[in-house]
């Protein structure tokens, strides 16, 4: 079984990559991953994302809500500043499938490092300096593509087109309508794998069912062999009999809060202390209404006071 559902797992990250990557090579620009995070990089996204104003990502979040919003569900935040929205659809883990827009801070920092005149003579950090761009603040736009194993970042920015605008919204309806079709391959191998389990539930199940109606019996029939005995012995007070994991349980109700419960593996062996017991309540309860303080105690264990 588990066997299918990873064949299954195989095939639907290996469609959704294939559907996905399509889309995300019509959008936009490749996000730059750069660890050091300098002021080239910034040059950069200043140069190809340019600036993305809360005009624009209003604008654009209302167009992705208007076409986006009838075959998926739609969340944002409430602010612009480090705002985000968030694409998933029905019945579908957020951890397959999932899609991002996000605003970002780019520029406008300390763009000098320090270690970068780590080994330069005074002449090759003149000339270094004197190549710098100072990069203004300015925003962009990152979206965030993760579908099955596949993720991608793009970035888009105010000079993103009307047409390339057209592109991106038309291929993510179009992925956003085949995924849940490919997502169900995956579904039909896990009801098959909750469907066994449920089976494989119910025959465990009703095995219990027939355990606990047989541990009715035995302890109903212990009830039965109890009652004359206790009779004979001498007792005519309230009492009840269970069985309580491995253990057969026998209780004397002295008063509405005073009992003496004994507990036993065996039947026989509760069977054989009926009379030691009775004999110990009814001296309990002529030592309980003398003048003293009784108190009975096993171990540590209060048990009657």
């Known amino acids: 079984m588990m066997n299918q559902i990873n064949r299954a797992w195989e095939t639907v990250n290996k469609t959704l990559s294939q559907i996905w990557q ?16 300098n002021y080239i990089v910034d040059k950069r996204l200043y140069e190809q994302s340019k600036h993305f104003d809360e005009n624009l990502w209003n604008g654009l979040v209302a167009r992705i809500e208007r076409s986006i919003g009838s075959v998926a569900l739609i969340s944002r935040n409430g602010g612009y500043d ?18 991002t827009f996000a605003v970002k801070d780019g520029g406008d920092y300390n763009q000098l490092d320090p270690n970068e005149a780590n080994g330069k003579s005074r002449t090759e950090m003149i000339e270094y300096l004197s190549k710098r761009v100072e990069v203004p603040a300015f925003k962009y736009v990152v979206v965030g593509i993760s579908a099955g ?33 490919v ?12 469907k066994k389990q449920k089976e494989k539930y119910n ?23 109890l009652k004359p005995i206790l009779e004979n012995a001498g007792w005519n007070g309230e009492w ?27 039947q ?3 069977i054989s202390r009926i009379p030691t017991l009775v004999s110990f309540i009814e001296n309990y309860n002529i030592l309980n209404s003398a003048g003293g ?7 540590w264990y209060n048990i009657i006071v």
């Open 240 to 266: 009840n009999a269970y069985k309580e994991f491995l253990q057969y349980v026998l209780v004397l109700q002295l008063t509405k809060t005073d009992a003496v419960r004994y507990q036993s593996p065996s």
């Open 82 to 99: 480090d705002d985000w929205i968030e694409i998933t659809l029905p019945g579908i883990d957020e951890n397959v499938f999932q899609i």
């Open 293 to 299: 303080h009784l108190s009975v105690s096993k171990y």
């Open 22 to 37: 399509q889309i995300a090579d019509s959008i936009g620009i490749t996000s730059i991953e750069d660890g050091n995070y």
């Open 149 to 181: 194993s596949f993720y991608e970042e793009k970035l888009i920015g105010r000079d993103f087109s009307t047409n390339e605008l057209n592109i991106m919204i038309d291929g993510i309806v179009e992925g956003l309508i085949r995924t849940p079709k």
């Open 203 to 225: 025959i465990i199940r009703r095995e219990e069912q027939k355990r606990e109606k047989e541990e009715e019996r035995i302890v109903a029939d212990f009830a039965k062999r």
């Open 268 to 270: 026989d062996d509760i």
């Open 183 to 194: 997502y169900g391959l995956l579904g039909s191998a896990i009801e098959e794998k909750d």
